[in-house]
């Protein structure tokens, strides 16, 4: 395997084990496991765990912003319901990540947490923004400041996290219908359609 | 002759009042609370032996009139006391967050933010159930859980503490009446403004 390859199967490696919910047991050790590179390769390329899940978080980073630019060219309704349950399935699956963190194994992972707080305070405002100049009519009045409410529905949809949700309504479907109507009421609608967390 | 208690009350609303306008809480001393409040140091001492007490009292005293004015402001009617109670805490948690941010925090100053923070956290969000109780109609929608609105209305008053936000509008009174446009535009509808008691 040439240098790229190895790159990518680390990456990949550590990107499945995320998805398969595995978070608290990420290590360079399972990494090795389920990616076929051995231990002292992978070290040799990323000396610790921070630094290989702060490359993916980069990596995620980047299809994140282009997928969510994207969708901001689009109009109406349907587009934005698209661009935010985009975010706001991501920052969900971040904020259930976060979570499962101890002090111990937040070492592994706190440059990545850094860089998606980063993300979602700086770039997603911007993202909503774009939308909502080419949307005005979906602003809930015509005398609210685009740039703000674009920073506003971004720090909004920090709220639809697990954590905060699950104190109220314990059922996924309660989850999601809560979610709907409090971000349909950002824009003046009973509810917008959103995945199921 | 002022009495010890009437003096209590004045050392806690000048230690309010300097810890407001200059911000700096570990710059307060017994010394500069007689000077400001203009008694002696000995009428301090006679009330308290450390400034982590006077802060401590100093945050519930606070905290105590800010509840009290939040009772009256449920007795105004719906759309009214919504916008109102809004502006009254977003005074609140500008210090707030103003404070908790700093770094390196005395344990003092940490007690305090802790007493403000679970009043922030547990006592707040039942101000606006009740306004949202009683003015079922500020719900966007009907089947949507009253309780988990109103902790989304605290969330959103957070809005404005963000680097980015202040970056954008540096002025904390506009960025507060900013804020608050946009959060009583949730309630409000496509009408410009939501009417709001001044202080």
Redesign the interface.
């Known amino acids: 395997m040439n240098t790229s390859a190895i790159n990518s199967g680390i990456l990949d490696a550590t990107y499945n084990l995320f998805f398969e919910g595995e978070i608290q047991n990420i290590s360079i050790q399972e990494i090795s496991k389920k990616s076929g590179i051995s231990a002292d390769e992978i070290i040799s390329i990323y000396p610790s765990l921070d630094d290989i899940t702060r490359t993916l978080a980069e990596r995620n980073i980047v299809t994140l912003k282009k997928e969510g630019l994207e969708l901001a060219k689009g109009k109406g309704l349907e587009k934005l319901r698209q661009l935010i349950s985009h975010d706001i399935l991501f920052f969900y699956r971040v904020e259930v990540d976060r979570i499962l963190l101890t002090e111990q194994t937040m070492e592994g992972h706190k440059s990545a947490l850094r860089l998606f707080d980063d993300y979602f305070?700086?770039e997603m405002?911007k993202i909503y923004y774009e939308f909502l100049n080419n949307n005005q009519e979906l602003l809930?009045?015509?005398?609210?400041?685009i740039?703000?409410?674009a920073?506003?529905i971004s720090?909004?949809l920090?709220?639809f996290n697990y954590v905060?949700?699950e104190?109220?309504?314990t059922t996924s479907e309660?989850r999601r219908?809560?979610t709907e109507?409090?971000v349909?009421?950002?824009f003046?609608l009973?509810?917008l359609e959103m995945p199921k967390f | 002759m002022p009495t010890s208690k009437s003096y209590k009350k004045k050392i806690l609303e000048t230690t309010h009042h300097i810890a407001t306008t200059e911000g700096d809480v570990k710059s307060i001393t017994f010394k500069k609370i007689a000077a400001v409040a203009g008694i002696k140091v000995k009428d301090i001492e006679n009330e308290y032996s450390n400034m982590a007490d006077v802060f401590y009292d100093t945050g519930c005293m606070h905290i105590g009139h800010h509840e009290a004015r939040s009772k009256k402001i449920l007795n105004l009617s719906g759309e009214y006391a919504m916008g109102t109670m809004i502006k009254h805490d977003l005074g609140l948690l500008i210090y707030y967050t103003r404070d908790s941010a700093k770094e390196n925090l005395d344990p003092v100053t940490k007690r305090v933010l802790n007493f403000v923070k679970n009043y922030i956290e547990t006592v707040m969000p039942e101000y606006y159930f009740k306004i949202l109780i009683k003015s079922p109609t500020l719900i966007p929608n009907k089947n949507l859980n009253a309780k988990l609105y109103a902790s989304f209305i605290i969330h959103s008053m957070f809005f404005y503490t963000k680097e980015e936000v202040i970056s954008l509008e540096p002025n904390s009174k506009e960025l507060t009446k900013i804020t608050q446009k946009l959060i009583v535009s949730l309630f409000s509808g496509s009408k410009e403004e939501m009417k709001i008691e001044q202080d």
């Open positions: 305070n700086t405002p809930p009045s015509k005398y609210i400041d740039n703000f409410y920073h506003f720090h909004s920090k709220f905060t949700l104190h109220f309504e309660g219908n809560a109507q409090i349909g009421s950002l003046g009973d509810y």
